[in-house]
C-alpha cells in the first residue's frame, strides 16, 4: 500500500500554507552557498505544488520572500529574484498543464518589475485553471497586510461610504490580500523553527500547527503525507469540548 492511500480523503485540509524554511542551512551543511540551497529549494515547490494537485488540496499558499527578507545581503536578494523569474518561466507550461491556478499576495508593486511582468503574464496564462490553487507570498508581511486593511476600510468610513457599525469579521476579511481564500487549517514550517515569522496572522486563527525540521529543499511528498497523516489525527475544538466535538460529528467540514 501507497503511504498515499493511508490519507483519509474525506478529512483533507482544503488549505495548506507552508513556510518554507532552512535552504541556506541544507547549503551550508553541505559547504555550498545559501543560494544553491534556494536553487535545490525550487524541486520541492515542485514536487509540493503536484502532490497538492495530485491529493486534491484546493489551496495551497507558499511563503516564498517575506517583507523582511529585503535586509538580507544583495546578492542573496538579487539571486532569489532572478530565481523567481527563472522558475515562473521554466514552470508555466507545467502549471497551465496541470490545471494550476496562480495568485499572488504581498507588496506586489515592491518587486523588481521584471518579477511583476512574468508574475502577471503567469497569473493570466494560469486564470481559468480549476485545479489547485497556488498562492505564492511575495514581499508579504501579515502586518502589513493588517495595517493596509484597516487603512482601507477607515478611508471608507471617512468618506462615509462604510459605517463603523458595518466593519465585522467579514467586512475585515474582504481587506486582506486573502479575501477570495478560506482560511488554513494546516500551516506547515520545515527546517525546526518554532515562530510565525510574520505569516498570515490573521488566518491561522485556528490552523494547526505542523513543525519538522527537515529542512526544505528535503521535504518531499512523503513528508507532506507525514504532516497530513498528523493532521489528521488532531481533534480541532475551536474552543469547545472534546466531548461535544464527538458526538457533533464532522469536525473537519
Ligand atoms: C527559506 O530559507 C527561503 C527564504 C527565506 C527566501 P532560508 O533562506 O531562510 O534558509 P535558512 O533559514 O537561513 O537556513
Ligand atoms: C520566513 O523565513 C520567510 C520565508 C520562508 C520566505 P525566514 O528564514 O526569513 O524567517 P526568520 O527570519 O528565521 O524568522
Ligand atoms: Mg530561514
Not at 38 to 65: D, K, P, Q
Not at 221 to 246: P, V
Request: aromatic share 10%; hydrophobic share 35%; charged share 25%.
Amino acid at each position: 500500500m501507497e503511504i498515499l492511500d493511508s490519507i483519509d480523503r474525506n478529512k483533507l485540509p482544503r488549505h495548506i500554507a507552508i513556510i518554507m524554511d532552512g535552504n541556506g542551512r541544507w547549503a551550508r551543511e553541505r559547504g555550498e552557498d545559501r543560494v544553491y540551497g534556494h536553487y535545490e529549494g525550487v524541486i520541492s515547490v515542485r514536487e509540493i505544488v503536484n502532490a497538492c494537485g495530485e491529493i486534491g488540496i484546493e489551496y495551497l499558499t507558499l511563503y516564498a520572500f517575506s517583507a523582511e527578507n529585503w535586509n538580507r545581503p544583495k546578492q542573496e536578494v538579487d539571486a532569489l529574484m532572478e530565481l523567481l523569474v527563472n522558475t515562473i518561466r521554466k514552470e508555466i507550461e507545467d502549471l497551465k498543464k496541470n490545471n494550476v491556478k496562480l495568485h499572488i499576495i504581498g507588496d506586489f508593486e515592491s518587486l523588481p518589475a521584471i518579477c511583476q511582468k512574468e508574475l502577471n503574464e503567469a497569473k493570466e496564462i494560469t486564470a481559468h485553471n480549476t485545479g489547485l490553487n497556488l498562492i505564492l507570498a511575495l514581499s508579504y508581511s501579515s502586518r502589513q497586510e493588517i495595517v493596509e486593511a484597516t487603512r482601507k476600510i477607515a478611508e471608507k468610513v471617512a468618506a462615509g461610504t462604510m459605517k463603523p457599525e458595518d466593519i465585522g469579521f467579514e467586512t475585515f476579511e474582504q481587506h486582506l490580500y486573502t479575501s477570495a481564500f478560506p482560511d488554513p487549517e494546516l500551516m506547515i514550517r520545515t527546517s525546526g523553527e518554532y515562530r510565525i515569522s510574520n505569516y498570515l496572522l490573521y488566518q491561522l486563527a485556528y490552523a494547526e500547527l505542523y513543525f519538522t525540521n527537515v529542512h526544505w529543499p528535503d521535504f518531499r511528498k512523503n513528508n507532506l503525507i507525514e504532516a497530513l497523516l498528523n493532521y489528521q489525527q488532531r481533534e480541532r475544538r475551536f474552543g469547545k469540548t472534546s466531548e461535544q466535538i464527538q458526538t457533533n460529528t464532522p469536525q473537519h467540514a
